[in-house]
C-alpha cells in the first residue's frame, strides 16, 4: 500500500523528499482541486492550526496562493514582510521566528533570500517549516505545481522530455524543478546563455543545450524562466533585446518545429523577452493552470504536513 | 429489522471471521431498503443517493442500481463524498488517513438526500458528512441509511433511518460489509479485531 503521510515534517526542499512523498502530495492536491472548484472552497481540515507567512522577500503570487490555500483549509493565518518588521532594528533571523512562535505558531512558510535559511531554522524550532523559495537554492512548492500541472496535460512523466530555459544560474524554480522531474523520472534539459547556465550543472545528470531551436525540438514540454534582472550583480547578457532574439519563445520557433510542446511559466513574466504574447496566451500554454494548480498543490503540502507524527 | 445482536455478541468471542449475512439475505435485506425508501418517497421521482467513501460507495451503487430497477423512469442521482478533510480527529489520531475522491455532480439545494454508509460505529463519519453536505447546499431533508447499525458504539447522538441489520459487539470487534460487485460475494463479515480481518 502506498504511504499515507510525508515522511518528513518539513518541506525545505524537493531534495529532501522522495519519490512516494511528491505521488502523495500529487494525490491529494486532486482532491483539493476538487474543493476549490466548489461553490463553497472551504474545508476545515486546519481548523486548528495557525500558519505564519514570513516574507523576507517580495512576492505577490506565491504569497497570495499560500493565504489562498491556508484559508481555504481554515487554519489561522498571520502575515509578517520584512519590510515593515523588526528585522530593519537588528533583530535576527531566529530570534524574529522565535518571537513569532511564542505566540502559539504551528507551521512556518517562509520566503528568504539566504539559501539555506530554511535548514537554519529547522534545526532550532519545533514548528513545521514550509520552504517558500530561499535565494537562488531551492522554491519546492513551484516544482511541485509545475510537476503537477505537466501531470494533468500529459499523464505519467516517465521518459517526458522537459527543457527549461534561461536564467537558470539564479532561478530556485529550476533547481526544485530538476529534482522533482528527475524523481518523477522525466528527462531534463536545461537551456539558456552560458553566462546563465552554472558550470557544474552536468553533475545534476541533465543535458545542457545552448540552441534553443535545439532544445524546443528535443522537448515534450518547456518551462520559461524569467531573467532575474534583480539577482544579476553584473552583466550576464549584453541586453534584453538580444537575449529575446536568441532565447525568447515565440510563434515562429514553435510553428517551426514539427510537433506541438506545451509551454509553461512560473511567473511573473516579461511578455515579449523571454516569452512573446501569442504563445503564453495560446493552448498550449499552462500558464493559468499552474496558478490554479498552485493553491491546490499547496493546500496539500499543508494539509499533509500538518498531519505528520512524532 | 433483522437482529443479530445475541449471536454477534457471542461470536465476538472468537478469533475467526464470522459471517452474519450473505448472498440471498443479504439481498433481501438490500431489497428491504429500497422498498422502505420508495415506500418514504412515493411521489418523489428525484433521489439523491450519496455514498461516504471509502465502502459506503459501494453500498450506494448498489441502492440505486435496484431502485432504478424496482422504479423505472424515476432519475437517481448517485454521488461520491469523503469526509477526509472535515474530520475533527486529524490532527490526533494516531494512524493518517489518505483522501479519495468526492464527486456530486448534481445540485442538492431544496433536495432529500439519502446519506449511505456500510457500518455505523461512533457516528463520527456521519457527523462529519452532514458538515461536508453543507458546503454543497441546503439540502431540504438528510437521511441516513445503513447496512450495519453497531448500536451500543455510539459517541455521537445520530441514528439511522434506514438500518439492514443490527450488531452488538465489542468496541474492538469490526464488521466489513463485502459486495459481489467488489469482492466475490455479497457477505457481512465480523471479526474479533479489526487487525483480524
Known sequence: MSQSQLSTKHLLGIKYINTDDINLIFKTAQNFKEVINRPIKKVPSLRDVTIANLFFENSTRTRISFELAEKRLSADTVNFSAASSSVKKGETLLDTVNNILSMKVDMVVMRHPAPGAHHFLAQHIDANIVNAGDGTHEHPTQALLDAFSMTEKVGNLKGKKVVIIGDVMHSRVALSNIYCLQKLGAKVMVCGPPTLIPKHIVSLGVLVEYDIDKALAWCDIANILRIQLERQDIKYIPSLREYSLYYGVNKDRLNRLDKEITVMHPGPINRGVEITSDVADSDHSLILQQVENGVAVRMAVLYLLAGVRG | ?197
Open chain 2, 1 to 197: 429489522m433483522r437482529d443479530l445482536g445475541l449471536t454477534s455478541y457471542l461470536c465476538c468471542c472468537m478469533a475467526r471471521a464470522k459471517t452474519l449475512l450473505k448472498n440471498d439475505q443479504f439481498r433481501l435485506t438490500l431489497d428491504r431498503l429500497c422498498y422502505e425508501i420508495i415506500e418514504n418517497y412515493p411521489a418523489v421521482n428525484e433521489k439523491c443517493i450519496i455514498g461516504i467513501q471509502e465502502r459506503g460507495i459501494f453500498l450506494a451503487e448498489r441502492i440505486a442500481e435496484r431502485l432504478t430497477m424496482l422504479e423505472r423512469g424515476s432519475k437517481m442521482n448517485v454521488g461520491k463524498l469523503d469526509i477526509t478533510f472535515y474530520r475533527d480527529d486529524y490532527r490526533i489520531r494516531t494512524e493518517p488517513i489518505k483522501a479519495s475522491e468526492t464527486d456530486i455532480e448534481f445540485d442538492i439545494d431544496g433536495k432529500d438526500v439519502i446519506l449511505v454508509d456500510d457500518v455505523l460505529f461512533s457516528g463520527r463519519t456521519i457527523h462529519a458528512a452532514m458538515a461536508a453536505l453543507q458546503d454543497f447546499g441546503r439540502p431540504s431533508k438528510i437521511e441516513l441509511l445503513v447496512m450495519v447499525d453497531r448500536r451500543f458504539n455510539r459517541h455521537l447522538p445520530i441514528q439511522p433511518n434506514y438500518t439492514g441489520i443490527v450488531v452488538d459487539a465489542y468496541d474492538e470487534a469490526y464488521v466489513k460489509v463485502e459486495y459481489n460487485h467488489v469482492e466475490e460475494e455479497d457477505k457481512i463479515l465480523l471479526f474479533s479485531a479489526k487487525t483480524a480481518k
